[in-house]
């Protein structure tokens, strides 16, 4: 664009409001849910058939993910200077997400013994022929040695093929450390490419996310034509209860830290109102993740800690997932008339803890998790599963909200607690950041 188009441009007539409102992603998001809604009401048959469509956006996505984590992570390491300050932003991430997801667990188990959910609900008939497949899904070793075998590549192609974040994040570490280590004529052009190359993956996930709507579309029709009007109002209970746990865990905990930092958590998530809205669209965390990273930055949080905080953080700060599955265990539990003492919910609490870390963001990777506990801690029949598996596109839904905004909180906290880590002039204008307010990390 010229100079003389940049001066003209606030001369030109502004659009009228209406045209703005149907450019805007996150009301065509809206209408693409509440037509497809619909549609799956009235022809649920041909509404089930949408499902490819959903499918196909989410993996538009997740073709992205893997390079933008690598570029993203590369960048930030080198612009940080070394592994020391990498040493630092990891450790207190990393201590930031076991006490959150702990807590989030603890109010999870506090909900589902106070309110009882599972108190006269039936198993649903429609949900056992899937279950099966989805426990085969799950079924792996649950070690802790094998988590930490899975965590290191053994050919770093497949890593990228695979998809497996961790492996990608461990890969870049090593590549931006040896780039840090490399004599300057020979790194710095790789680093400009990096960048470069980074630009490029970002304006790519701007063109996909032109067809958010019509993936929003494909998997609200499917969902409402597979289970039909009534999975609305089925175990409603356990939907209730789950979204209410999260709530609280999003006000109460999540607006609490956001306080702590001195940032305003709503501001928040007015900036990041486009990525929720995809993220309720789609019931997938991991479809907004790039556009958030990229978000984050613009609110003032610097490259080199988005770059760690991000991805790591959608393997092992999936808070949405820490409240809800031990909500839906003891959820099964009831149901079924088995009582779950003390002992039995710190087991749980226990094994959550390591099989919770390492799941990715997809949508429907959390039902795998609550297989994996059902069957390691033997608490409760896995016949039971069938009942979450009715409603859990719905909770899916409001997980994925809780973990997009958890580690969105997590980032800016991080970014606080670095030195240098967060434009504070920038975060001013966008998150409400205020000097004045008890700060974390000083």
Known sequence: MTDTAIEAAPESTPRPRWRRLAANTSFQVLIAAVVAAIFGIVAPAAAASTQPIAKAFIALIQMLIAPIVFLVMVTGIVATGGMKTVGRIAARALIYFEI???????????????????????????????????????????????????????????A??????????????LFAV??????????RPIVDGCYKLTDVFFRMIQMIMLLAPVGTFGAVAATVGKYGPETLTALMKLVAVSALALAVFVIVVLGGVALLAGFSLPRLIKVLRKELAVVLGTSSS??????????????????????????TGFSFNLDGVAVVIPICVVFIGQVYGIPLGFGDQLGLFLVFLVLSKGTAGVSGSAFITLANTVAATSLVPVAGLALVLSVDRFLSLVRALTNVLGNAVATVVIARWEPDGLDRALAARTIGWSRTKTTVGE
């Open 100 to 158: 959150v997801t702990t807590v989030g667990m603890l109010l999870g188990l506090l909900a589902v013994n106070l309110l009882r959910p599972g108190a006269g609900v039936a198993p649903p008939a429609h949900a056992s022929d899937e279950l099966s497949s989805y426990v085969a899904g799950g079924a792996k070793d649950n070690s802790f040695g094998a988590f930490l075998l899975n965590m290191v590549p053994d050919n770093a192609v497949n």
């Open 160 to 173: 990228f093929a695979t998809g497996s974040i961790i492996q990608v994040l461990i890969f870049a570490v």
């Open 178 to 187: 040896a780039l840090i280590r490399l004599p300057d004529r020979i790194s």
């Open 286 to 311: 991991e479809a907004v993740l790039p556009q958030l990273m990229e978000r984050l930055e613009q609110v003032g949080c610097r490259r080199s800690v988005v770059g760690l905080v991000v991805p």
